[in-house]
């Protein structure tokens, strides 16, 4: 039970940090913080949480890491469901807590996308730059595959000790950087269905299994290739 606890907890961070600061400081007026403001807020959120509760969890605030970590052997099959739940009911919790912050603005109506992801398809402009299904598709695998990559390497008995929050943090901040014009950036189930339950609009949940889907696939195929390079010792 602390374990998933401390994964709501983290997962509510994750969520209020970067997709906090999407919606409400992106595009502020003459001082929003832009794509690299955004992109720092979620490696922030992961590199606080390490630290925090790392210890306690592992620090996983996202179905598809606890999913790859299984993949490689690192994680117990029979956590998963709980750790899912935790990270899905902590993610909703999160968004639940912008969207109350969001209506007591003066002449609110509306959260539009309330940094939903998403993808172009001709009736849904959900990708921040036009960029279609097979795009988001192929990005949201390969960032995932690589966001595994780093977690089963810096966290690695044979890598520096106490590092992994950082390197894990920063790698989440890049793939941010790459990938938030295409779909707003995923590479997290929860993230994803957490705010496309409080968007406004048509096309967020009709698109969420993409951002499902797409993480899982990458981060499966990560721990298989990691387990392979360089198993763990029993």
């Not at 036009?130 to 810096?154: N, Q, R, W």
């Not at 048509?202 to 387990?227: E, H, N, S």
């Amino acid at each position: 039970m602390k374990k998933l606890i401390a994964e709501f907890i983290g997962t509510m961070w994750l969520v209020i940090g970067g997709c906090g600061a999407a919606y409400f400081a992106c595009n502020f007026p003459e001082a929003g913080i832009g794509f690299l403001g955004v992109s720092l807020a979620f490696g922030l959120t992961v590199v606080t949480m390490a630290y925090a509760i790392g210890h306690i969890s592992g620090c996983h605030l996202n179905p598809a890491v606890s999913i790859g970590l299984w993949a490689g052997g690192r994680f117990e099959g029979k956590e998963l469901p709980g750790y899912i739940g935790a990270q899905l009911c902590g993610g909703i919790a999160g968004a639940g807590i912008l969207y109350l912050i969001a209506s007591g603005q003066d002449g609110f109506e509306t959260v539009g996308n309330f940094a939903a992801n998403g993808y172009t398809d001709g009736a849904a402009e959900g990708s921040p730059n036009g960029f279609g299904m097979v795009s988001a598709l192929v990005i949201e695998v390969v960032m995932t595959f690589m966001f595994l990559i780093i977690i089963l390497g810096s966290t690695h008995s044979k890598a520096p000790k106490y590092l992994a929050g950082l390197a894990i943090g920063l790698g989440l901040t890049l793939i941010h950087l790459i990938s938030i014009p295409v779909t707003n950036t995923s590479v997290n189930p929860a993230r994803s269905t957490s705010q496309a339950l409080f968007a406004d609009n048509d096309w967020a949940m009709g698109q969420l299994w993409l951002f499902w889907v797409a993480p899982i696939v990458g981060a499966v195929l990560a721990g298989i290739v990691y387990k392979y390079m360089s198993p763990e010792k029993k």
